[in-house]
């Protein structure tokens, strides 16, 4: 039976790529860092996974195997997998650099087979610069889901169908059904992290400074669907002229983001996806790269100002960061003044339709 390592035992390596896996015939390993989730995993046996919506009954994966990554069997378990998966967020990947090199140094001649299914880009250099393979890949995540009740293994998730994988990463399998090789896979990666993530981002943070807690309800609020239906052209416009698409493949693109998130069969919270903010405003991020863009292509550039600034009051306000620090990231940009201005509003608990008002002047 072929082996498939999953690194990262939460909602998504359990909810989304366990499922693949296991409708391909693969015997699942997990391996997590959470002791108490390992030892559920193990005493339970099984678990499952529910989709939103009323359009594909659930399924249940079971017959897996479980451990820490500080049990002693996860270096063999590794170096005799046929694929490994990692979905431990981005900035994680580092820590799995000792456990892959020992892994790697067992198995010889062999290359271990890696995909790295995290949100975001170059996601993967962590493990590439240490030398751990040259089959090292990545995945590209669409899917949301999540752990309705606390200290349980049953999720819930969307029905989507693919994880799109680097295609031009020599020794990937192209048998899997789910998980096709891309052949231009850094442009759709970056594409949906700065179409994706950037109008996620738009409901995370004016979601949490009109005070929602369930994601849904922010993203149908009347002035985040403004907000939302006035960034749809400006990012679809760049990202287009970007990435040689076709505007109206791209507006489709972005339109299927806005779709997706004020779909309110799918309970999410503000928390969970405005969380870890500073991150977010870095360079080749969700909203640093497309202020960027912007700029570039002589567009409109107030309501991705604005979509950073909440997210610098957010990393603030919940997160203790330091103002000074998060301007000094943008300080290069023309448009550098006006995102301290809308800053300075939010601050100051401007009404959100002033401030929107405010953003379309430029």
């Known amino acids: 039976m072929k082996e498939a390592v999953l690194i990262g035992a939460g909602q998504t390596g359990r909810g989304f790529i366990a499922p693949i896996l296991q409708a391909n015939a693969y015997h699942i390993t997990f391996i997590d860092k959470n002791k108490e989730l390992i030892d559920r995993l193990n005493a339970e046996k099984s678990y499952p996974v529910h989709y939103f919506g009323d359009g594909k009954e659930p399924v249940t994966i079971s017959g897996y195997d479980a451990y820490t990554t500080a049990d002693e069997e996860v270096i063999e378990k590794l170096a005799h997998s046929d694929l490994i998966t990692t979905s431990v967020f981005a900035g994680n990947i580092k820590e799995l650099v000792g456990l892959l090199s020992a892994a790697a140094e067992q198995c010889g001649e062999k290359q ?99 005070q929602y807690e369930v994601y849904g309800e922010a993203a149908n609020d009347p002035q985040i669907m403004e907000l939302m239906d006035r960034a749809v052209p400006v990012v679809s416009t760049i990202i287009a002229r970007e990435y040689a698409v076709e505007q109206d493949v791209q507006l489709a693109f972005t339109m299927r ?15 969970r996806n405005a969380r870890q903010a500073q991150r977010k405003l870095n360079k080749e991020e969700r909203l640093y790269e497309p ?67 405010f953003c379309a002047e430029f």
Do not use: W
């Open 112 to 210: 271990l087979r890696i995909v790295c299914c995290e949100n975001g880009v170059h996601v993967k250099q962590p493990l590439v610069d240490a030398n751990i393979s040259n089959s090292i890949s990545e995945g590209v995540i669409f899917c949301t889901t999540l752990q309705p009740k606390e200290k349980s293994l049953v999720l819930i998730s969307e029905d989507v169908a693919e994880l799109p994988v680097d295609g031009s990463v020599k020794g990937m399998l192209p048998d899997i059904v789910g998980m096709p090789l891309e052949a231009d896979f850094p442009s759709l990666i970056q594409r949906k992290i700065y179409t994706y993530n950037f109008m996620s981002a738009i409901v995370a943070y004016l979601g949490d400074y009109l």
């Open 291 to 357: 202020l960027r863009l912007a700029e570039k292509y002589g567009q409109k550039c107030g309501y991705i100002l604005l979509a950073a600034a909440a997210a610098m009051r957010y990393a603030v306000v919940k997160e203790n960061s330091n103002p000074d620090t998060l301007m000094k990231m943008y300080e290069n940009f023309h448009s550098a003044d006006k995102l301290k201005e809308v800053y300075g509003l939010l601050k100051e608990s401007i009404s959100l339709k002033d401030v929107i008002k």
């Open 257 to 271: 983001a806005v779709h997706k998130f004020r779909n309110r069969e799918i309970y999410d919270t503000v928390y």
